[in-house]
């Protein structure tokens, strides 16, 4: 019985011990970045390259430069399983250890974000996924999204068949899919193909693909037998991408018809359809592969030595350099924001300055050992994103190779409706704040 | 009017149309269907048995294909892996026999059910634990499963037959018949039903509880590591196989929990029928209508027959 007591007793002390240990102090003289990542749940197959390339990066910073303009990153990762509820969890739990800037990586998570962050005075980095309006930097200071977004790849996707069959007057009559995840992420680009189907006249076709039916799309693709459409554009995420690819195979629907926003573009996206998969493309706006001083240096300082959590031979995968590429775009917004304020330790606000003034030219891109693995990206006080081109990338059984020029988006009909979606936003959101931050001089 | 004509004419005229694809459409209902059947028959031997909803039936089907895959990522030859993930099904039912049910004997049922909660967040931190969270591609053509197609140029148009889906048709009817065959014909079988109607009187008569709970949970984790196979060769292996699992649900709900045909008859009407729904009545609805589909097949069912297609009708006095 004394036995039962002292171990209850040591158990209960344990607990208490383990509720009251008060946290790690927040160091001084570091910057902290949180990374929303999903190793786990049914996204696992997308998340957790992602989440190895962009700790990678940051630690291999912290390795061989001891940081960022010599001040250490400490990089923490919070587990969301791609559920906005946890990645509002998570949100809360990292706001008081002041991160310079958030991560979402789910456009579910960046919708809760984008109110909370004016508030707290943290930026949200949503690269590349979130919300297409928030690239206007009158309404949506604190929100970031660049290279692209989503309005703008869709919008090349219709650019890219339209080129294909001879000039935009030949989509006339044309029937255009879109398979998506009914998720907000997967619905985001359906305004700007209905404005694009209205001005061109084609017709838009919708097939959304419930999160539970994700691997049982048969029926979703014998609608797209019956409908016949010429082209179809693949919005999906997690184990919805390689289920697409198969079944697309399987009804012997043309792959190179078949395009993917950058998100469905992943190596475990095409690799489990085989060679069914040759000549699917998607969308990419960074290269595949490691030949590249920066991977290299990754490789060296931080996976050889044991302190990555990737597979070597995973190194250099799409989504895994997607991470390293989310990752450039943190460590140059600090750097920027370290030059603007004259500070070291940066905060949020400087971080969010820093976004708003990012320069990434060609000569940078070489300073970082990354010349000809991503296009030189900018931005402004007024656009968020800068609506950067992107290439077309196709699987030849094995890898991706890039395989288009550099493509512009339609910028004349994406930034007019982004500039009315934002207003419409803020319409809609009684008491939505003015924009106080002044902007830069070079913005 | 128009919305009529759209549900009530519309779908047949299309079937008539173009028989080519409301064949295709059936040959898909019926391939997922037998796969449900498949799945609701670990849910029905465990509920039969125990009287407990199996929660973790899901994730035991992730937890299995991984294995195999996994051994087979290991350098383990195909057969023997899958010989060995048959082994740790065996290890899994007699560790969930020891460790979780015969501590709750004689608990209430909702302990039992909330232990398979308990049971299926354990599988899968262990599952990620040991595999990783990245998707695998399942070993198909190693086991000797036939990869490819049949095209068949009729009824006007044509009809692709996935060897993979036709082995699966094949291999889950084998499978079922023979578990029904074998819990209602064998000497086993007469446990199980008499362990399903009475703990105590089976319990009086000899029959031992802690062997019978063993066999049906190696049963149902051979059940899981067949659909693993079989839904992993149509997909991938990823944790998000552990969501088709609970397609078995409305399944059960059609066919009663305690009945071996209530599942088979549910799985191919919930199969063939949200194919169907989906395919001629989903567009009405803006599609991606199958998710909640079947639910729907199943409560309609249940306002005819609330006992399920073949559930006991269970009559109190007061």
Same mark, same amino acid.
């Given at each position: ?48 390259? %992602?989440?190895?390339?962009?700790? @990678? ?174 082209? %179809? ?64 240096? %990754? ?63 060609? @000569? ?80 | ?318």
């Amino acid at each position: 019985m004394q036995k039962k007591h002292l171990v209850l007793g040591a158990a209960f002390a344990a607990l208490i011990g383990g509720v009251f240990v008060p946290p790690p102090a927040q160091a001084q003289d570091t910057i902290y970045i949180p990374l929303f990542t999903y190793r786990t749940g049914p996204f696992a197959g997308s998340g957790i390259p %992602i989440a190895n390339g962009m700790a @990678d990066y940051l630690n291999m910073l912290n390795e061989r430069d001891g940081g960022i303009g010599g001040v250490k990153l400490q990089v923490e990762e919070c587990e969301t399983g791609y559920d906005t509820k946890k990645g509002v969890e998570c949100y809360e739990s990292v706001k008081s250890k002041k991160p310079v800037v958030i991560n979402p990586y789910s456009t579910g998570i960046t919708l809760q974000l984008i109110p909370k962050a004016a508030v707290d005075k943290i930026p949200v980095l949503s690269m590349a996924y979130g919300l297409s309006a928030s690239a206007d930097g009158t309404n949506f200071p604190w929100v970031f999204n660049p290279p692209v977004t989503y309005w703008d790849g869709a919008s090349v996707f219709v650019k890219y068949a339209a080129q294909k069959e001879g000039g935009f007057d030949k989509l006339k009559g044309k029937k255009l899919g879109l398979v998506h995840l009914d998720a907000p992420y997967g619905k985001e680009p359906i305004p700007l193909l209905e404005a694009l189907a209205k001005e061109y006249g084609f017709e838009l076709k919708l097939y959304p693909v419930p999160a539970s039916e994700m691997q049982n799309q048969s029926s979703l693709w014998l609608n797209v037998r019956r409908d016949r459409p010429d082209w %179809i554009y693949l919005q999906g995420w997690g184990a919805m991408n390689p289920t697409a690819v198969k079944e697309a195979a399987k009804i012997n629907f043309p792959m190179d018809r078949l395009i993917g926003v950058w998100w469905s573009g992943g190596d475990d996206d095409a690799r489990p359809a085989g060679d069914g998969a040759k000549g699917y493309s998607s969308l990419d706006f960074h290269a595949v592969g490691t030949d590249f001083p920066v991977i290299k240096d %990754i490789q060296k300082y931080v996976v050889d030595k044991g302190k990555s959590q990737v597979q070597k031979e995973k190194v250099g995968e799409n989504l895994y350099n997607r991470g390293v590429y989310n990752s450039m775009l943190v460590a140059e917004a600090i750097r920027t924001a370290q030059q603007l304020t004259g500070k070291k330790v940066v905060t949020g606000e400087d971080v969010r300055r820093g976004l708003e003034q990012l320069n990434i030219t060609e @000569d940078r891109l070489k300073e970082m050992g990354a010349a000809g693995f991503a296009a030189p990206v900018r931005t402004s006080c007024t656009d968020h994103n800068g609506h950067h081109k992107v290439f077309m990338a196709t699987w030849d059984g094995t890898k991706w190779v890039k395989s288009s020029d550099w493509m512009e988006p339609i910028k004349d009909k994406v930034r007019p409706l982004i500039e009315s979606a934002a207003k419409t936003y803020v319409e809609s959101n009684a008491g939505w704040p003015k924009r106080t931050e002044p902007c830069d001089k070079s913005s | 009017m128009d919305v009529l004509h759209h549900i009530f004419v519309d779908p047949f005229v299309q079937m008539a149309q173009a028989p080519d694809l409301l064949v295709q459409t059936l040959w898909e209902g019926l391939v997922g269907g037998i796969l449900y059947a498949l799945i609701a028959l670990g849910f029905v031997l465990i509920f039969k048995a125990s009287g407990v909803f199996n929660f973790a039936q899901g994730i035991m089907v992730v937890f299995a294909a991984l294995t195999l895959v996994g051994l087979h990522e290991k350098g383990v030859p195909a057969y023997l892996a899958l010989a060995l993930t048959i082994l740790v099904m065996f290890g899994l039912a007699f560790s969930v026999e020891r460790l979780m049910l015969r501590p709750l004997v004689n608990q209430p049922d909702i302990i039992l059910f909330m232990a398979t909660f308990g049971l299926t967040y354990f599988l899968i931190g262990l599952g990620e634990l040991i595999f990783g969270g990245e998707p695998k591609v399942m070993i198909a053509s190693e086991l000797g499963l036939p990869k490819g197609s049949i095209d068949l140029n009729m009824l006007g148009g044509f009809i692709s037959l996935q060897k993979i889906d036709i082995a699966a048709t094949i291999i889950a009817s084998v499978m079922v018949v023979s578990l029904a065959v074998f819990f209602q014909k064998t000497r086993i079988g007469r446990a199980l039903r008499a362990v399903a109607d009475s703990h105590k009187a089976a319990l009086s008569v000899g029959i031992s509880l802690e062997q019978i709970w063993v066999i049906v949970w190696f049963t149902a984790g051979i059940v899981a590591l067949a659909t693993g196979i079989m839904w992993g060769a149509r997909s991938e292996v990823s944790f998000a196989l552990q969501i088709i699992a609970l397609k078995a649900l409305p399944v059960l709900i059609l066919g009663g929990f305690t009945s071996i045909p209530g599942a088979i008859v549910g799985g191919l009407i919930i199969g063939i029928g949200e194919k169907l729904g989906e395919f001629y009545w989903g567009p009405l609805l803006g599609s991606g209508i199958e998710s909640w589909l079947a639910y729907f097949i199943a409560l309609l069912f249940l306002l005819f027959r609330p006992q399920g297609l073949f559930g006991e009708r269970i009559i109190e006095r007061i």
